[in-house]
């Protein structure tokens, strides 16, 4: 596996299975388009079995698909992949309390602050500029994230807000 690059790794796994992938055009360019992104993160070669298997979980998930998924699924499946990549590399992203005063996070208005890797509560990121508003539902699906296994995020219901909200994070981590 070493030197060769995730996205050489995608194409050989994927050459050989993922029979209803292969012929799921969609499911694929997303996959070409997130390998690229992973290789850029990806220097730590101990990191390699975990984001490995990570990744076979995400191809897993996507093969399993049907030709009736919709795109808003198969970036659910991307989103939660990427997050709990990040975390399989050492991003420690603070989810359940606020990253700047350790307390608990509000019951209205959050924020998520990229530079800090976490959730912020109101007080903390009200008069900071360049934040991240976070609405409840996405920080408990980040959370989902963290706690489940890919295959299993399939059944998440996710509205586009949401959708939008969690990729802005996601960019905030990987620009
Ligand atoms: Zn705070």
């Not at 194409?11 to 969609?26: A, C, D, H, T």
């Not at 975990?50 to 897993?60: E, I, Q, S």
């Not at 924020?111 to 500029?129: I, K, R």
């Not at 963290?146 to 299993?152: D, E, H, Y």
């Amino acid at each position: 596996m070493k030197n060769k690059g995730l996205g050489n790794i995608a194409s050989s796994i994927v050459e050989n299975n993922f029979k209803n992938l292969r012929s799921n055009l969609s499911c694929l360019e997303k996959v070409f388009k997130v390998t690229r992104t992973l290789n850029r993160l990806i220097n730590d070669q101990e990191k390699d079995a975990d984001v490995f298997f990570l990744f076979l979980d995400y191809l897993n998930s996507l093969d399993k698909m049907n030709d009736n998924t919709n795109e808003v699924q198969i970036n659910l499946i991307t989103q939660g992949f990427i997050f709990k990549f990040l975390d399989a590399l050492g991003y420690k992203i603070e989810i359940n309390r606020c990253v700047k005063c350790g307390g608990k996070l509000s019951k209205n208005r959050n924020f998520f602050d990229c530079n800090c890797g976490g959730a912020v509560c109101e007080a903390c990121g009200s008069n900071v500029g360049n934040i991240l508003p976070i609405s409840n539902n996405s920080i408990k699906i980040i959370r989902i994230f963290f706690q489940n296994k890919i295959g299993n995020l399939s059944k998440l219901k996710i509205n586009h807000k949401e959708s939008k909200e969690l990729s802005h994070v996601k960019y905030g981590f990987i620009c």
